[in-house]
Every structure is written in C-alpha cells, then in structure tokens.
C-alpha cells in the first residue's frame, strides 16, 4: 500500500517562525515583573511594623502613666496629648533645643557632603603622592572609638573657649571617614575617565571639572550621604552632652532632662519624643520623593 510523503516546503519560501511561549505566572503576581497579592501583604506588614514605634509614641504620648500602666494598654491616641507637650515644653527647652539641632545637623549635613564628595573624588579620580598612605589612614580613623577623642577634644574646645556653643558640636564633625570611603567607591564605578579627559582637553580647571561634572554624577550618592549625615547628626547625644549644657541643649540633651523624678512621667518623656521626631519626619516628608527618585536616577544611569 503506498504512503504518501509529506509536503516539501518551497526553496525561496523561509519556513514559518515558531510560536512564542506562552507567559509564565510567577508565584504572588500577576505577570512577569508584576507585584502581586503576597507582594502587597509582604509590604503591608513592614509598613507596619516600622510605623508602629511611632505609632506607640504618639498613643503613650496622650495619655497618663496611670492610663499606660493598664491593663489592657490603650491602642488609641487621647485628647491628652496637647497638655502633655505643654508640660514637656515646661520642663526643657524643646523649642530652642529644636531649633539647635536644626542649625547643627544642617551645618554637618551641608559639609560633610560637600567635603566628603571633594576628598572622594580625589581618592577615586586623581593622582597624587602618598594616596594610598592617605587613604588607609582615613579608613584606619573608622576602627577607632570615637570615646578616646573625648578627653582631648574637651581640652580643645575648652582652649578655644567654646563650652556650650554650637560650633563645639559642629566642627569636629564637618567630616567623617564613612563619608569619604562611600563617595570615593561610588565615584570609581560611576564616573568615566572620559568625562574627565573631555574636560581637561576643553581647558576646564580641576575645581570646574568637579563642579559640572563631578556633582551631578555624584548627586544621587551625595543625596543618600545627606539623608544619612542628618539622621546620625539629629540623633547624637554622647559629644553634645559633654560639649553642651542645659541652658543650650539639641534635641537629645533636652529629652534627657525631661520626666525627672522618683517616678518618670513616661508620657510627657513620649510627649517631648514626639516633638523632637516631628521635624525630622516633616523634612523627609518634603524631600523623601527627591531623594528616592535622585537614587533611582543613577541606578538607571549606572
């Protein structure tokens, strides 16, 4: 019995392509590089958990100790609230000790980016003699306790007659080793010899250089040292305690005079807590969109 054979395809006619894959679901999305139901819950359950010491701040904050100490605990905030930030405002200067942290988170917030993006440039970018030595001396800095600087430190400023003035807790702190590692790590991956070379062959300085070309290279870098140098700065306490007194406290100097007694007061000690986070949460407020989308910018550029 004959077979018949199966059809030859035509000489000039390419045979036809074959069928795309279908589109696998991964496990929690909907599609492919999609967040889905499990994402979402993932988030939510971080959220809260990080929002929720803030959160109990604010619900001990508005209440009394008696109305703490119970038994269940209460989960919503008081009308209490107002009366315990006037005690707290009473008891320390939470006002002017605001407005000092303020002035010198900001003051060490602004240099240290600004010299720490200088000498990570010049770490990561330049030649000169001794740059090694340099920089293994400026790592070498982060493994030192910053307690044994104390003593010596105290006699400087106390020399320089600086005992409870600002520029005591500002200026041993314009800059930090952290700062300069990160910078010149971040510059050595992200900024081209190209650029640098296209700048030179223009006639541009090495200050003119850093100024067009370096910053906006490094700004999304620059914008995380920020967010990172106010955070640590808003939040001392050890050097301010010792440089400063009570008469002219920061933020933390003040919230440790507050609930004084046999028996702290835990609300107004919350109470006061809250108004010295509220500054720092209304700044990333305004600026957290910039900052986050600063970083993302130069990941997509890298």
């Known amino acids: 019995m004959a077979t018949l054979a199966p ?4 000489a000039g006619r390419s045979p036809s392509p074959a069928a795309p ?15 889905g139901p499990v994402t979402y819950t993932l ?13 109990w701040t604010l619900v001990a904050g508005s209440h009394t100790n008696a109305e703490i100490a119970a038994t269940p605990p209460p989960f919503l905030p008081n009308a209490s609230l107002f009366d315990n930030f006037q005690a707290a405002l009473e008891q320390a200067p939470i006002g002017k000790a605001i407005l000092n942290s303020v002035l010198v988170a900001g003051s060490i917030t602004v240099g240290t980016v600004l010299f720490c993006t200088l000498a990570g440039f010049a770490f990561a970018k330049l ?9 293994g001396l ?24 600086w005992v409870n003035q600002l520029q005591a807790v500002i200026l041993p702190t314009l800059v930090s080793a952290f700062g300069v590692f990160f ?13 640098l070379e296209a700048g030179r062959v223009d006639g541009a300085s090495t200050f003119r250089i850093f100024w067009s070309i370096v910053v906006p290279v490094a700004r999304p870098a ?6 990172l140098t106010f955070l640590t700065a808003w939040n001392e306490f050890f050097w301010p305690l010792i440089a400063l007194t009570t008469a002219n406290p920061t ?18 000690i919350m109470a006061g807590t809250l108004l010295g986070t509220l500054p720092v949460l209304i700044v990333f407020t305004i600026l957290g969109k910039q900052i986050v989308g600063g970083i993302m910018q130069g990941a997509v550029k890298g």
């Open 43 to 55: 988030l939510t359950l971080v959220a809260l958990v990080s929002i929720f010491p803030l959160y």
């Open 222 to 227: 620059m914008a995380v040292l920020a967010m």
């Open 138 to 161: 400026v790592i070498g800095t982060m493994m030192v306790p910053t307690q044994l600087a104390v003593i010596p430190l105290f006699m400087m400023i106390a020399e320089l007659q």
């Open 251 to 268: 933020v933390q100097v003040a919230l440790a005079g507050l609930g004084s007694g046999y028996v702290p007061q835990r609300s107004v």
């Open 21 to 35: 894959p279908p589109r696998r679901r991964h496990r929690g999305g909907s599609k492919a590089g999609k967040p």
């Open 7 to 10: 059809p030859v395809p035509d």
């Open 127 to 135: 030649q000169f003699r001794g740059k090694g030595l340099l920089l």
């Open 183 to 195: 910078m010149r790590q971040y510059l050595i991956s992200a900024l081209p010899n190209e650029l």
